[in-house]
T-cell receptor, first 117, second 114 residues
Framework: AQTVTQSQPEMSVQEAETVTLSCTYDTSESDYYLFWYKQPPSRQMILVIRQEAYKQQNATENRFSVNFQKAAKSFSLKISDSQLGDAAMYFCAYRSDFHNAGNMLTFGGGTRLMVKP | NAGVMQNPRHLVRRRGQEARLRCSPMKGHSHVYWYRQLPEEGLKFMVYLQKENIIDESGMPKERFSAEFPKEGPSILRIQQVVRGDSAAYFC????????????FGPGTRLTVT
């Protein structure tokens, strides 16, 4: 079974600075997807960014980018120019691309990001 | 295009009562997933359904929990004889056909068992 680990329960960053959230995962599969979700106090789960394992290029969405290290099974999220609205829980998630594996997401335990003005 | 709808947003039940949580997927989505989030934890997969069919229920507790997604109407997650440990946020997500799609989450239902 796949597992996802987020080793930082809490992180803080100064507004306008850059912060990196860590995520590692364990899998024996070669084809899969990785995601970062944001959960603000409203509890709504918002997709921030996704990465296909077969792609070597790191995904980027505006101020959000990832550092995907497939061999190390590492998938960190970098937030540049942090804004107050970035304060939230961030969850890393894994989904298998194996045909019979189902489509469920496996989530890490989350990292609470605080942004200081 | 309306997003995934869940109701109620908050539900309070006494121990031993039944809880029914409803999820309407996004228009055009025929795959529904239920996840549970205990306080201060990540989401845990419960069940994956397509219309009139349970595809994967490997995350569902063996007793008291059931789910359905009828041909017409919302998906229902049903918890019978609730206990305090069932208190959690329950999220529904939906996706269109195929495997290469993100799951779009609803706002969740927060269940409190007193």
């Amino acid at each position: 079974a796949q597992t996802v680990t987020q080793s930082q329960p809490e992180m803080s960053v100064q507004e306008a600075e850059t912060v990196t959230l860590s995520c590692t995962y364990d899998t024996s599969e070669s084809d899969y997807y990785l995601f970062w979700y944001k959960q603000p106090p409203s509890r709504q789960m918002i997709l921030v960014i996704r990465q296909e394992a077969y792609k070597q290029q790191n995904a980027t969405e505006n101020r959000f980018s990832v550092n995907f290290q497939k061999a190390a099974k590492s998938f960190s999220l970098k937030i540049s120019d942090s804004q107050l609205g970035d304060a939230a829980m961030y969850f890393c998630a894994y989904r298998s691309d194996f045909h019979n594996a189902g489509n469920m997401l496996t989530f890490g335990g989350g990292t609470r990001l605080m942004v200081k003005p | 295009n309306a997003g995934v709808m869940q109701n109620p947003r908050h539900l309070v039940r006494r121990r031993g009562q039944e809880a029914r949580l409803r999820c309407s997927p996004m228009k055009g989505h025929s795959h529904v997933y239920w996840y549970r989030q205990l306080p201060e934890e990540g989401l845990k997969f419960m069940v994956y359904l397509q219309k009139e069919n349970i595809i994967d229920e490997s995350g569902m507790p063996k007793e008291r929990f059931s789910a359905e997604f009828p041909k017409e109407g919302p998906s229902i997650l049903r918890i019978q004889q609730v206990v305090r440990g069932d208190s959690a946020a329950y999220f529904c997500a939906s996706s269109p056909l195929g495997t290469d799609h993100e799951q779009y989450f609803g706002p969740g239902t927060r269940l409190t068992v007193t």
